[in-house]
């Protein structure tokens, strides 16, 4: 069996499909990827049994088969090779690598029979359509956001909330938190559904430009675009009410140039506290300062900022935040300016990027403030 392939192409569909494999899987055919060939299209699909990549490229073929491969080690070969055509020889146990300037052999790696099989799309309950830009935009900024600890599992992926046709992506680790809207086109019934953070991320990294069908069934998503499919077990739990963090108004509100603020927060941070990352925002009439104390290293910083800087009212107004999560909130925002809006010294602060596009307007950024002691 030979096939004759361009070595950009295999990598793209390699990584897809890697994308969903783990190491020191319980079942060892599993930490490998399934090549199918057939006349028509070369098909890579990859699993860890709760998240399945499957990628289909278009490639007339004159023979047929279906091969397990070490994905990560032929990778790691063509990496190292140009953008040229390679030939791809299997026999009964191995695989060889031809390319212009060299050979390569590598073992195939067990039966397809024993690779499990893919689980079929039914008893949907909810079916959403968008378009890849969207959904790569919304699952990568998100997955910044979502938490890490293993006894909270239903945070540690992407909420989708159907409410009322609209879709609400949410993500927080409990300290920051990402709030995303678009309205739904079709009618469909409230819902809410758990993506782990690893479907998040395949989600974030599908080709652009073509539309993507989110298929919901009581225990799996199943992710549809043009020659990317995904299934994704979802999360099982309730996910916490996000609105009841999220001040009902605000008192005092700036406007800010994003990269001064984001500069001024890195600058404070080479003197701050490494282990709280905790750093003031002191505002004053036409002035805003950020500043951080370090006492076990007797060091201190002080940032104003006054070019850029909008703020109409006279109060005097400090509040603590953390420097990393901040950050993190300003470097997702890719417009020049953003407003904050603050209600008091306890309550989570609110940033919204300054866009002219309505879904990008709408997107809400929260952290959780953190107390000033004297």
Known sequence: MKLEINTKELIQGLSKALGAIKRKATLPIIENVLLEITKENV??????LEITSKVTMEHPNEEEGSYMIDATKLKEILLKLPDVTITLNFNDTSMDIISFNGDFVLPLMGDPQDFPKIENKDGILTEITTTTDLASMF?????????????????NGVCMDIKKNKLFIVSTNAHMLLKLETPIKVEVEDNTFLIPSKGAYLISKMKKD?????????????????????IIRLTEGKYPNYNSIIPSSSNITIQINKEKLYNAIDMISLVGNASSN??????????????????????????????????????KFKIGFNSKFMNTILGNITHE????NFQDQTKAIIIYPMAENETIKKALFLQMPMLITD
């Open 43 to 48: 098909v890579f699909t990859g699993t860890d």
């Open 139 to 155: 699952f990568g900024a998100a997955k910044d956001f979502v938490g890490t600890d293993e006894l909270r599992p239903v945070m």
């Open 210 to 230: 073509n539309e993507c069908v989110f298929s919901f069934s009581e225990k799996n998503v199943y992710v549809k675009s043009n020659n990317e499919y995904y």
């Open 278 to 315: 905790m750093q003031i925002l002191d505002l004053e009439k036409d002035k805003l300062s950020v500043n951080a104390i370090n006492l076990d290293a007797n060091s201190q910083g002080n940032v104003v900022i006054e070019d850029g800087l909008v703020y109409d009212g006279d109060e």
């Open 337 to 340: 300016n953003v407003e904050i």
